[in-house]
């Protein structure tokens, strides 16, 4: 029997290495896949956060605002307002400062309004008819993704005018009525048809359920807590809230020269800022430390440069009434650890007692749901509407977000739970089951891309950039806003800085650091990146080069 060889090429051959299949060898081998940025992750509205970007560094701006209004129809809005969690998370944080994402955010929506770019219109009409009930940020944004799906919507807001929170409760000076008015009017355009003045309590919902396929209860929270300490029928007395309300309505509520305000949270130091631009002295008396106060960082700054005196880990213990002025018993406390997050049980401090004098108080201590009656027609726990993880109530048919559910009170979180009870709700009215939706983020959490992962040698040092502040002088002369936005240059350069963790940018790297040109493009396929098997050894080349994360090297079994 004639024995045979294969042929080995010399180790110094000049040809190419597609002679040896060293795919044989491997025990891993790399795959592309676009994974989950962190920013996105902490997102409220799961916005595609690195995909929008990448747009806006391109100078593609009309495309990046297209990728934001699908999660959010108000980006101008939360280019301002929001919390922000987004910068938080971001890996860059690590590095030389977290990517200013909520400038870049307003940037974009305030480009859209002044370019007068208009939502997409449904391509499909169908005829179910949904009823949402409330007119602020979680009904809007629940009542635009389902007409964005289709569905004809009606809103039933009690007020005058929609908006909640962000039409009455945030003052002018962090959001312009002209920011507003123009993202509200862009999203009615889309044909949604509003009934205002229209409140509508729970002996309604049967009538409801006749007309509609489903009902969205997005009441909201507008009844401000007060303290036991307080008279609220005193007109030296205010309620947060609805001090507030009566300022953006144009009303000039007679304060006097001192105000006190109780709370530490975003709506007190909304309330003493207020205050302060009618002329008023302000003191801020809260039960948290200076450095646990639940009122964002940036808005604490803002106070403290505009005169606000901050009494942080105090409390009142007695109230004394004059005739013309106010007079408080405080004294210093600290919080009882033992106590869960959110609650806070206060405990004085023998010897630290002292008095503020006021010719008026305002209380933001907290707000309240109204849900008198909703008992007797859905499940009701602890002053809130209980719902599933899918935000559907006790009653088939009727789901429920933003402030009326166990939920974070933020605008953004608010605009989120929108978005999900429309999934729901077009769930429930098509039957589908949760095996025919995408991954959520929340399903592919465990792949994150983490800091280790970014390849720092692609990326020197640039420092993160801040939105600028109207000095303080003019501030205090009205109520024009405060924050300065970025321009174009910040823009771009700010979006230079963004990873683009887990996402894709076509740098070729894995392409030419492959050493046995394992790495194919082709244009055809989604990721522009294909592996040849017979050829890839798993060394992982491709995956150290990778400056973003989006190769990772995947064990193989079975060989």
């Not at 429930?428 to 025919?436: A, C, P, W």
């Amino acid at each position: 029997m004639k024995e045979t060889f294969k042929e080995v090429p010399s180790i110094w051959t000049t040809g190419w290495t597609d002679i040896l299949n060293t795919g044989t060898w491997r025990s891993a081998i790399p795959i592309y896949q676009k994974r989950l940025a962190p920013c996105h992750s902490a997102c409220p509205v799961d916005g595609e956060i690195p995909t929008w970007i990448m747009l806006a560094r391109k100078q593609l701006y009309h495309e990046a605002w297209s990728a934001l209004v699908v999660n959010n129809p108000f980006p101008a809005v939360t280019g301002r307002i929001c919390h922000h969690p987004c910068e938080g998370a971001c890996n860059r944080g690590e590095y030389d400062g977290a990517v200013a994402i909520n400038a870049l955010e307003q940037y974009i929506g305030d480009l859209a309004l002044s370019e007068g770019w208009t939502l997409p219109h449904p391509t499909i009409e169908l005829d179910q008819r949904i009823a949402v009930i409330g007119g602020g940020p979680a009904g809007l944004s629940c009542a635009y993704q389902l007409r964005q799906l289709g569905y004809k919507v009606t809103i039933f807001e009690s007020r005058p005018e929609l908006g909640g929170v962000l039409r009455y409760g945030i003052p002018r000076y962090r959001l312009s009525k002209e920011i507003w008015d123009g993202e509200l009017k862009r999203l009615l355009a889309l044909g949604i048809e509003i009934k205002v003045n229209h409140l509508v309590k729970a002996n309604d919902l049967s009538s409801l359920e006749r007309d509609y396929s489903a009902v969205f209860l997005a009441l909201g929270a507008q009844n401000s807590k007060t303290l036991p300490q307080f008279s609220v029928d005193d007109l030296k007395v205010f309620k947060g809230y609805e001090f507030l309300e009566r300022v953006n309505r144009g009303e000039v509520p007679q304060l006097g020269q001192e105000v006190v305000v109780i709370g530490g949270g975003s709506v007190a130091l909304d309330v003493a800022g207020t205050a302060r631009r009618l002329g008023s002295q302000v003191k801020v008396l809260a039960l948290e430390a200076m450095d646990s106060l639940p009122a964002q960082p940036d808005e604490l700054t803002e106070s403290l440069e505009e005169g606000v005196e901050i009494y942080a880990g105090a409390m009142v213990q007695k109230v004394n009434l004059g005739p013309e002025r106010i007079s408080l018993d405080c004294i210093k406390v600290t919080l009882d650890e033992a106590f869960p997050a959110g609650v806070l049980r206060p405990i004085p401090r023998s010897g630290t007692e002292f008095n503020v004098s006021a010719t008026s108080v305002i209380l933001a201590v907290g707000q309240e749901t109204e849900l008198t009656g909703w008992d007797s027609v859905i499940n009701i726990g602890q002053s809130l509407v209980k719902v599933g993880a899918d935000l559907a109530t006790s009653r088939p048919g009727v789901f429920a977000g933003g402030d009326v559910t166990p939920a974070e009170r933020f605008v953004s979180t608010a605009i989120g739970q929108g978005k999900k009870a429309s999934s729901s709700i077009d769930r429930y009215l098509t039957e589908q089951t949760s095996d025919s939706q995408s991954l959520s983020k929340t399903e592919n959490s465990e792949d994150k891309v983490a800091y280790q992962e970014i390849n720092m040698f692609y990326f020197p040092e640039k420092a993160r950039e801040r939105k600028g502040l109207v000095p303080v002088e003019q501030r205090l002369q009205n109520f024009d806003e405060v924050r300065i936005s970025f321009n174009f240059e910040q823009t771009q350069s700010q979006s230079e800085r963004c990873f683009s963790c887990g996402n894709c940018v076509e740098c070729d790297n894995c392409f030419y650091f492959c050493p046995d040109m394992a790495v194919v493009k082709d244009s055809s396929l989604a990721e522009h990146y294909s592996i040849l098997d017979q050829y890839c050894k798993g060394c992982g080349s491709c995956v150290q080069e990778c400056p973003r994360g989006a190769v990772v090297l995947k064990e193989e079994t079975g060989r």
